[in-house]
Nanobody, 125 residues
Framework: QVQLVESGGGLVQVGGSLRLSCAAS???????LAWWRQAPGKEREFVAS????????YYTDSMKGRFTISRDNAKNTLYLLMNSLKSEDTAVYYC???????????????????WGQGTQVTVSS
């Protein structure tokens, strides 16, 4: 069993920054991980993912250059650094674990089987 717990959300002004963390219990070091988000009244949206050792990452186009995903396997923790925040970034942010055990560099996650409870990010103007 894996448990994922997000933290670091909060209220920030447009143009500001936040760093989200996702602490995991259980084995995640050989799994790709990802961040997703869900804004009110919208479907859950993919944000970014990262392979097992952090050497390959993937972003949704609208997040490229503003968000940085990273991980520390020694701490069993996933991160999302968000800069230049916009009001449309307001959402609940979730971390997720890919179901496949792999050390393939190119595997950045496709089917996610465990999710955290989410952390609210509100960007105000």
């Amino acid at each position: 069993q894996v448990q994922l717990v997000e933290s670091g959300g909060g209220l920030v002004q447009v143009g500001g920054s936040l760093r989200l963390s996702c602490a995991a219990s259980g084995r995640i070091s050989e799994h790709a991980l990802a961040w997703w988000r869900q804004a009110p009244g919208k479907e859950r949206e993919f944000v970014a993912s990262i392979n097992w050792n952090g050497n390959r990452v993937y972003y949704t186009d609208s997040m490229k250059g503003r968000f940085t995903i990273s991980r520390d396997n020694a701490k069993n923790t996933l991160y999302l650094l968000m800069n230049s925040l916009k009001s449309e970034d307001t959402a609940v942010y979730y971390c997720a674990k890919d179901q496949t055990v792999t050390k393939a560099t190119m595997w950045v996650g496709y089917e996610f089987d465990y999710w955290g409870q989410g952390t609210q990010v509100t960007v105000s103007s």
